[in-house]
């Protein structure tokens, strides 16, 4: 792509992989009907203002617990969310005992340290070393969930499109 200068795809150069042949020939309307046999439960690190929480939430997870360092973040999310567990503090100072049966823990560790737009100092930087607080409540609360899902992502094409912005 001659503007995000990122490799693009057509349909039929990822046709070759049944997994992209299963997605095409899929019947959507059927796969919409599909309800879960159970009601799922998350706990989501580094909330926020919930973006992640609210797709989990339509995916039919319901957020027990959401764990969030920033105070606006947390009053956006009660705001937002006046029915959800919103646990303000650090990470490692929260006692999650209370949450040892769930479905899913989810998050999306600060990513300043691995980020164009931060100082990229990696785990020099003590941001850096939070993706493995998942592991820190597995190992000292025993929370351990049916799945894990950590998330991380950098800035580059926000940058990227900021900077080629007219």
Not at 58 to 85: H, M, S, Y
Not at 97 to 106: H, N, P, R
Request: aromatic share 10%.
């Amino acid at each position: 792509n001659a503007i995000t200068h990122k490799r693009e795809y057509q349909v039929s150069q990822l046709s070759q992989f049944q997994e992209v042949r299963n997605l095409i020939s899929a019947n959507w309307n059927q796969e919409l009907r599909v309800k879960p046999v159970r009601a799922f439960s998350s706990v989501e690190l580094f909330a926020g203002a919930g973006g992640l929480a609210l797709g989990l939430e339509q995916a039919g997870f319901d957020a027990v617990a959401l764990n969030e360092l920033n105070k606006d973040a947390c009053d956006t999310l009660r705001t937002n969310r006046p029915d959800w567990n919103i646990i303000q503090g650090d990470i490692h100072s929260v006692n999650f005992a209370g949450f040892s049966e769930i479905d899913l823990i989810s998050g999306g560790f600060p990513c300043q340290a691995f980020s164009y737009a931060g100082d990229k100092l990696g785990f020099e930087d003590i941001r850096g070393t939070l993706f493995g607080s998942s592991g820190f409540l597995v190992k000292k609360y025993r929370v351990i969930p049916s799945c894990l899902v950590v998330m991380a992502e950098t800035l580059a094409t926000k940058v990227d499109r900021i900077n080629r912005s007219p």
